[in-house]
């Protein structure tokens, strides 16, 4: 039986959801990609049924025990001015809250679920210089129209292989 691992770049806002089959420890392959992006005109309450529904989706498709392990993006609080600003607006509550439902969904299923912090899988690189990492180190994930949250979500993967290393200087052009 195929084995899988998750990855997940959670949020209210869009959450980014890859599934890999795991060929080796140390070479993972996407099979599966979504931004669950809901309406912004919809409470909480519904956004986080809607991201909940397309992992319980995942979790039926995929046949729950064959999924190992499910990695998602930590929340964490930045003392930094963009930190307290998303602290003041609610996003970090949000954030926690998209991550909280996300982990029940996959505990309900008896998935083992890790959380990464930030800084330990992406150090201070932005959005864009992760993924001129991840397509270095993986040319052929040019050719699979990975957007958005998805990317993070391929990038903490790649990290959990041993590919992706936020200190390790790699030939990408910035």
Same mark, same amino acid.
């Not at 089959?21 to 669950?36: A, L, T």
């Not at 025990?65 to 993006?73: L, N």
């Given at each position: 039986?195929?084995?899988?691992?998750?990855?997940?770049?959670?949020?209210?806002?869009?959450?980014?959801?890859?599934?890999?089959?795991?060929?080796?420890?140390?070479?993972?392959?996407?099979? @599966?990609?979504?931004?669950?992006?809901?309406?912004?005109?919809?409470?909480?309450?519904?956004?986080?049924?809607?991201?909940?529904?397309?992992?319980?989706?995942?979790?039926? @498709?995929?046949?729950?025990?064959?999924?190992?392990?499910?990695?998602? @993006?930590?929340?964490?609080?930045?003392?930094?001015?963009?930190?307290?600003?998303?602290?003041?607006?609610?996003?970090?509550?949000?954030?926690?809250?998209?991550?909280?439902?996300?982990?029940?969904?996959?505990?309900?299923?008896?998935?083992?679920?890790?959380?990464?912090?930030?800084?330990?899988?992406?150090?201070?690189?932005?959005?864009?210089?992760?993924?001129?990492?991840?397509?270095?180190?993986?040319?052929?994930?040019?050719?699979?129209?990975?957007?958005?949250?998805?990317?993070?979500?391929?990038?903490?993967?790649?990290?959990?292989?041993?590919?992706?290393?936020?200190?390790?200087?790699?030939?990408?052009?910035?």
């Amino acid at each position: 039986m195929s084995k899988y691992a998750v990855t997940l770049d959670p949020g209210i806002d869009g959450t980014g959801i890859v599934v890999w089959k795991v060929e080796r420890k140390d070479y993972w392959v996407p099979v @599966e990609w979504s931004n669950v992006n809901p309406d912004p005109r919809i409470g909480d309450a519904a956004r986080l049924e809607l991201i909940t529904n397309r992992v319980i989706d995942v979790i039926l @498709e995929y046949g729950g025990m064959s999924i190992e392990t499910v990695y998602c @993006e930590k929340p964490r609080f930045e003392d930094s001015a963009r930190g307290r600003v998303a602290s003041r607006d609610e996003s970090l509550t949000k954030l926690a809250m998209a991550t909280g439902a996300l982990a029940g969904a996959f505990f309900a299923s008896g998935i083992d679920f890790e959380l990464l912090p930030v800084v330990e899988w992406k150090g201070q690189l932005s959005k864009k210089m992760v993924w001129k990492r991840c397509l270095a180190a993986r040319p052929e994930l040019a050719d699979m129209q990975i957007t958005s949250h998805c990317q993070d979500a391929i990038g903490i993967g790649l990290y959990k292989q041993g590919t992706l290393h936020p200190k390790q200087k790699r030939n990408c052009k910035r």
